[in-house]
């Protein structure tokens, strides 16, 4: 979303000691097709393989870092980008070297045409899971491990740091490498001389405007051509102006910046860090576009399958709408807003909204024991289906007296909220978008009990990531751990959720991370429970 944008700024101070991502990143080759991962078309019965392509690959306009300077980040701040690709933010990779899941590419025009990666729907709502001791599969729809907030902020801590002269000649020797692969040593050899010869004036350049918005009005885009970004070999051997193009680099930054909604001053107070497959968006989008700060409330991706049967979708209920929320989901991820005008192309954001609208669970892909899942629905039928079962609508919303769950977020979007975002629908303008006829966005105060199909696929689990696996879920709210570590793809059966390992540590006595209340079915003997979880993974 819009905020996160300005989350990754806030999140960016953070980054000064980034440790590296402990997934274990397991790769099967299960089908002969392209896919690296094995992937349930049964979960997308109405699509072809280009339209799965699309929700893989395909744009929603947040083209946002170009890939040479992705790389040469990578290269000079190592301690910024610990892996070689973004699996170090928990990325799923199919190969080395190609795309992530969840990744789209683009020439950007205001990036100087360069060509520039950007996130989309499966980045945060695709899951990669691996039984121990197995092969992996790839949930389409669940909520994954990309951690957002840490990759933006990355890349903004390494903006910060380039517009230091010494940093900046480090940088332009990886650029040079990131964009002129076959330079070779001579070519090295020849920047070094420029380096040396011009360095009194890339100081002078950096110092005038370090961040590359003198001269221009706040919140608005330099016009940049690829000319004045490039470096390569023939550009130094016809005797480069390393001045000029520290200060085109700026300008690019600056455009950056300016997409994701982040100041160039960064604020002093930050909120703390949502760790892998979590973050605050409507507090963030609060903050950036409307100066509002809402108690932070880090919150995990829901599903996106089966929503023809929902109207109103998140957490709390909030949004009527999913061309609204997608939209939101754009701007805040890298598709530029000047004043009003939300730049984005609004068929392919449409067609991701499209397509999402006809996603099915995932069925359970490994073996399931018949009798014990027999007894659970049992089980399931009197302890649980009350609330998760039955039509899709405001009778699913619950009192947060009754759940007894982290109350922040559903406190968060109070009425006011519901109101300026309702509000800036009625003004933006997208080409190709209507604003809709009655408001698309409330305030409920409540959770919703959404359906439990696919659950297996959806640890940790409650709206805030709060409880690792089901049987935890089903452990009585004090007894339940209170923090937990997070990163893992590797997937417990018995417990049903993700192993206690990963760099994130989920303390649950932070605000917004509690993991009390829903103490359902925690009074159930253990040999019901195992029944129990048996019958959820036939759901
Ligand atoms: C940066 C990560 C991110 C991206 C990218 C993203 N989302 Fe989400 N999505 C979230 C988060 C976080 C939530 C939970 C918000 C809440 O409930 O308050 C969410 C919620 C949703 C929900 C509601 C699910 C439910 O159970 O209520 C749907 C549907 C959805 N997103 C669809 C999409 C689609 C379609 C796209 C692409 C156009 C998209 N999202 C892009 C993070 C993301
Ligand atoms: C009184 C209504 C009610 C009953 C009964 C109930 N739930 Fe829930 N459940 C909810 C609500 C509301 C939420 C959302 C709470 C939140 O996320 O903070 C929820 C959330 C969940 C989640 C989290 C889903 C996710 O994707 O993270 C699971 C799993 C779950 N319930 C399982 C169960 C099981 C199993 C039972 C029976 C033992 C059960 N529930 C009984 C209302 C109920």
New binding site residues.
């Given amino acids: 979303?819009r905020a996160?944008g300005f989350a990754i700024a806030v999140l960016a101070l953070l980054l000064t000691s980034c440790e590296s991502y402990h997934g274990s990143g397991a790769t099967a080759r299960q089908e002969p097709a392209r896919r690296a991962h094995r992937i349930d078309m049964a979960q997308v019965p109405l699509w072809s393989e280009e339209a799965l392509e699309f929700f893989l690959h395909g744009s929603?306009s947040?083209e946002i870092v170009p890939e040479a300077l992705l790389q040469a980040f990578g290269a000079t701040y190592p301690d910024l980008f610990p892996g070689k690709d973004l699996l170090s933010f928990g990325a799923i990779v199919e190969r080395p070297g190609e795309l992530p899941l969840?990744f789209s590419r683009r020439e950007v025009p205001h990036l100087g045409g360069l060509s520039a990666v950007g996130?989309?729907?499966a980045?945060?709502?695709t899951v990669e899971i691996a039984p121990k001791g197995g092969a992996s599969v790839v949930v389409l729809g669940a909520n994954g491990h990309?951690d957002?907030e840490a990759y933006f902020g990355a890349v903004t801590v390494a903006m910060l740091r380039t517009a230091e002269p010494e940093n900046m000649r480090r940088f332009l020797k990886h650029y040079l490498v990131a964009i002129d692969p076959k330079a070779g040593d001579a070519a090295l050899r020849l920047l070094d001389d420029a380096l040396a010869e011009q360095r009194e004036r890339i100081s002078a350049a950096i110092k005038t405007d370090p961040s590359g918005a003198k001269d221009i009005a706040a919140g608005t885009l330099h016009p940049l051509r690829a000319a004045n970004l490039r470096l390569d070999r023939k550009r130094l051997e016809s005797g480069v102006d390393l001045a000029a193009l520290a200060s085109s680099l700026l300008k690019l930054f600056h455009n950056i910046r300016v997409s994701l909604h982040i100041p160039d001053e960064l604020p002093k107070e930050l909120p703390p860090a949502s760790g892998p497959g979590?973050?605050d968006?409507?507090g963030l989008l609060s903050r950036s576009l409307f100066g509002v700060a809402t108690p932070y409330s880090p919150?995990?991706?829901?599903?996106?399958w089966n929503?023809e049967n929902?109207t109103w979708?998140?957490?709390?209920?909030?949004?009527r709408l999913?061309i609204i929320?997608?939209l939101l989901?754009?701007l805040?991820?890298g598709a530029p807003l000047l004043g009003n005008e939300g730049k984005l192309d609004f068929a392919q954001?449409k067609r991701?909204?499209d397509l999402?609208e006809t996603m099915r669970a995932p069925r359970y892909p490994w073996a399931v024991d018949a009798d014990p899942a027999r007894r659970g629905a049992n089980l399931y039928q009197s302890h649980c289906a009350s609330c998760h079962e039955g039509p899709e609508n405001d009778k699913r919303l619950y009192a947060l007296e009754k759940i007894g769950t982290d109350p922040t977020?559903a406190r968060a979007?109070d009425a006011q909220q519901a109101k300026l975002l309702n509000e800036f629908f009625e003004k933006v303008q997208i080409k190709g978008f209507h604003p809709p006829q009655e408001p698309a966005i409330r305030s409920t105060g409540k959770y919703?009990a959404?359906s439990l199909r696919g659950v297996w696929a959806r640890s940790p689990y409650l709206?805030n990531a709060s409880v690792r696996t089901m049987q935890e879920l089903l452990t009585p709210p004090a007894q339940r751990p209170k923090s937990y570590r997070r990163g893992s793809r590797t997937y417990d059966t018995e417990a049903m959720g993700f192993i206690d390992e990963g760099h994130y540590v989920l303390d649950t006595t932070s605000l917004g991370n509690s993991n009390t209340g829903h103490d359902y079915g925690t009074r159930l003997s253990a040999a019901e429970k195992r029944d129990l979880i048996e019958f959820l993974k036939t759901k």
């Fill in positions: 979303m996160i929603m947040t969840g996130m989309n729907c980045s945060c709502h990309f957002a979590r973050n968006p409507f919150i995990k991706p829901g599903v996106t929503l929902r979708v998140h957490a709390d209920g909030n949004t999913p929320r997608n989901a754009s805040g991820l954001v991701h909204t999402t977020r979007f919703w959404t709206h």
